[in-house]
């Protein structure tokens, strides 16, 4: 069941059974609980004086008065609190809320921070249960209603947004949860015509032989070996018609990555069902994008397909030819992300996209280096990153950029082609990838690489994100985009 979220502007005690507060270190009271009944107000004042409560940071005290549970999340030092620390202990708090089986919830915030408290909200109802038979009821959500009292001015518009927001954040995050048995490029193709199915936006399928016709070589050979029919899906919304101006966004879902000939080893291969994960976030960022109805033209290539060592599989050694021209020799065929997605942005280039951003679950290295931290980012547009950069600042997604210099480059150069896809020495890997892709972007566009290898999907909880896929870098780029109306 999905979480409702309604503003309010003072609290009806009898409405609720759990109600939480805020409060910062050093100070005597939570935040505004001078708007809590005077009989309230007594109950706190006794019961933390009782348990010498500190509110040191996402500590919690519990108490209850007249049946109405009261909950205070501490924040630590008001000077050390920022957006992420508030979204933080505002899931904390929804997670006891559900620990403690509590169904109508009301959230006393701080109007600066009525943003990330629903950013808190909204992660904390996300779920992915699993596909169980019998689904075990005390893992299951038990919040229905979160009250949030604040007198905001735009405190129904930011709920109306941030639901969109997180909509798409969450059918991005259960794609990448799906198992590939599931989700296979056509399961991909049937989510893209829900959204397609709307005014102002249109898909198209391109399949193999389609693909093929259209000199795809890149794409097409790593779809060959795969008995799971591949699709490229191109989606477009036209949200500012006089507009020249069209973004275009790649993401790379190989529905599942077994390296194809070059097998992986078996250990952790499950976690390749993953892989997908920047073809989930390209398309629920266009979700996001069409129900926000921002005013931009926006255009999405996802490259879908399997990896997989099938009788018509590609070869080590083989050169391909992709859709620009430019020759490619394979040296291994478990660097298929880059492959894909050249094929898809020389597309969108042609299809007239200028501002290019691709997200890919791309290179192992980049969790080497980054951990699950970072997102690395490569570019060719400093203004273009700039503007990402300012995005993150708004959802504390983080990103830090890798070098491209030309040396990099030589890396990747080939005896007998344009290039290699991958480097057997395995040095620079992330920044290699980077090149190789770079090779596919023209002169004059402007290019955001986003390797989310780390950051896509984590098995240990991460902040607010729970376990398994996080939906970066979503929030980041509905943000970016946000701020290009009107460019
Ligand atoms: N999908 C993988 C990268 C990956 C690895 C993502 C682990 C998430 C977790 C990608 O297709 C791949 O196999 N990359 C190779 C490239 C190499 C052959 C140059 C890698 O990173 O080992
Ligand atoms: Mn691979
Ligand atoms: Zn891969």
Same mark, same amino acid.
């Given at each position: 069941?999905?979480?409702?979220?309604?503003?309010?502007?003072?609290?009806?005690?009898?409405?609720?059974?759990? /109600?939480?507060?805020?409060?910062?270190?050093?100070?005597?009271?939570?935040?505004?609980?001078?708007?809590?009944?005077?009989?309230?107000?007594?109950? /706190?004042?006794?019961?933390?004086?009782?348990?010498?409560?500190?509110?040191? @940071?996402? !500590?919690?005290?519990?108490? +209850?008065?007249?049946?109405?549970?009261?909950? %205070?999340?501490?924040?630590?030092?008001?000077?050390?609190?920022?957006?992420?620390?508030?979204?933080?202990?505002?899931?904390?708090?929804?997670?006891?809320?559900?620990?403690?089986?509590?169904?109508?919830?009301?959230?006393?915030?701080?109007?600066?921070?009525?943003? !990330?408290?629903?950013?808190?909200?909204?992660?904390?109802?996300?779920?992915?249960?699993?596909?169980?038979?019998?689904?075990?009821?005390?893992?299951?959500?038990?919040?229905?209603?979160?009250?949030?009292?604040?007198?905001?001015?735009?405190?129904?518009?930011?709920?109306?947004?941030?639901?969109?927001?997180?909509?798409? %954040?969450?059918?991005?995050?259960?794609?990448?949860?799906?198992?590939?048995?599931?989700?296979?490029?056509?399961?991909?193709?049937?989510?893209?015509?829900?959204?397609?199915?709307?005014?102002?936006?249109?898909?198209?399928?391109?399949?193999?032989?389609?693909?093929?016709?259209?000199?795809?070589?890149?794409?097409?050979?790593?779809?060959?070996?795969?008995?799971?029919?591949?699709?490229?899906?191109?989606?477009?919304?036209?949200?500012?018609?006089?507009?020249?101006?069209?973004?275009?966004?790649?993401?790379?879902?190989?529905?599942?990555?077994?390296?194809?000939?070059?097998?992986?080893?078996?250990?952790?291969?499950?976690?390749?069902?993953?892989?997908?994960?920047?073809?989930?976030?390209?398309?629920?960022?266009?979700?996001?994008?069409?129900?926000?109805?921002?005013?931009?033209?926006?255009?999405?290539?996802?490259?879908?397909?399997?990896?997989?060592?099938?009788?018509?599989?590609?070869?080590?050694?083989?050169?391909?030819?992709?859709?620009?021209?430019?020759?490619?020799?394979?040296?291994?065929?478990?660097?298929?992300?880059?492959?894909?997605?050249?094929?898809?942005?020389?597309?969108?280039?042609?299809?007239?996209?200028?501002?290019?951003?691709?997200?890919?679950?791309?290179?192992?290295?980049?969790?080497?280096?980054?951990?699950?931290?970072?997102?690395?980012?490569?570019?060719?547009?400093?203004?273009? @990153?700039?503007?990402?950069?300012?995005?993150?600042?708004?959802?504390?997604?983080?990103?830090?950029?890798?070098?491209?210099?030309?040396?990099?480059?030589?890396?990747?150069?080939?005896?007998?082609?344009?290039?290699?896809?991958?480097?057997?020495?395995?040095?620079?890997?992330?920044?290699?990838?980077?090149?190789?892709?770079? !090779?596919?972007?023209?002169?004059?566009?402007?290019?955001?690489?986003?390797?989310?290898?780390?950051?896509?999907?984590?098995?240990? @909880? !991460? @902040?607010?994100?729970?376990?398994?896929?996080?939906?970066?870098?979503?929030?980041?780029?509905?943000?970016?985009?946000?701020? +290009?109306?009107?460019?």
């Amino acid at each position: 069941m999905k979480t409702q979220i309604k503003p309010c502007k003072k609290i009806q005690v009898s409405n609720n059974d759990l /109600l939480c507060l805020y409060q910062y270190q050093y100070e005597k009271y939570p935040i505004n609980y001078s708007q809590l009944t005077s009989k309230l107000q007594k109950h /706190l004042q006794s019961s933390s004086d009782r348990f010498e409560y500190k509110a040191k @940071k996402y !500590q919690i005290h519990q108490t +209850e008065s007249d049946n109405l549970r009261l909950l %205070v999340i501490g924040l630590g030092p008001k000077k050390s609190v920022n957006n992420d620390l508030w979204i933080t202990a505002t899931y904390k708090m929804l997670e006891q809320a559900n620990t403690l089986r509590a169904k109508n919830v009301a959230l006393i915030i701080e109007n600066s921070f009525l943003r !990330q408290s629903l950013e808190g909200i909204n992660f904390a109802s996300y779920r992915f249960d699993g596909l169980f038979q019998k689904q075990d009821r005390d893992k299951l959500s038990s919040l229905s209603r979160v009250d949030l009292c604040t007198d905001h001015p735009q405190v129904n518009s930011m709920i109306k947004e941030q639901s969109a927001v997180f909509e798409a %954040v969450a059918l991005a995050r259960d794609l990448v949860n799906l198992p590939a048995n599931i989700v296979t490029p056509k399961y991909l193709e049937k989510e893209a015509s829900k959204i397609a199915n709307q005014p102002g936006v249109s898909l198209k399928v391109i399949d193999l032989k389609q693909a093929e016709k259209l000199k795809m070589g890149a794409f097409a050979a790593v779809a060959r070996g795969s008995r799971e029919p591949a699709r490229m899906l191109i989606l477009e919304y036209k949200g500012a018609a006089k507009s020249k101006e069209k973004i275009g966004i790649v993401g790379k879902a190989i529905t599942f990555d077994s390296g194809g000939i070059s097998l992986k080893p078996p250990k952790g291969m499950g976690e390749m069902k993953t892989d997908m994960g920047g073809g989930a976030a390209a398309l629920a960022t266009f979700k996001a994008v069409v129900s926000l109805g921002l005013k931009v033209n926006l255009m999405v290539a996802i490259p879908a397909t399997e990896n997989m060592p099938g009788g018509n599989a590609y070869k080590p050694g083989d050169i391909l030819t992709a859709s620009n021209g430019k020759t490619i020799e394979v040296v291994s065929t478990d660097a298929e992300g880059r492959l894909v997605m050249s094929d898809a942005l020389v597309y969108l280039q042609k299809q007239g996209a200028d501002k290019l951003i691709d997200i890919a679950t791309l290179t192992g290295a980049c969790i080497v280096t980054f951990g699950h931290i970072h997102t690395a980012l490569m570019t060719n547009a400093s203004d273009w @990153k700039d503007s990402l950069l300012k995005a993150s600042a708004h959802t504390g997604e983080k990103f830090w950029e890798l070098p491209m210099d030309q040396e990099y480059g030589e890396l990747i150069e080939s005896d007998i082609c344009d290039m290699v896809n991958a480097v057997e020495s395995r040095e620079a890997g992330t920044i290699t990838a980077g090149k190789l892709l770079e !090779q596919f972007i023209e002169e004059d566009s402007k290019w955001l690489h986003l390797d989310i290898a780390g950051t896509a999907f984590h098995t240990k @909880k !991460q @902040k607010y994100y729970g376990k398994y896929a996080t939906g970066i870098p979503i929030r980041t780029l509905i943000e970016l985009i946000k701020g +290009e109306q009107n460019k």
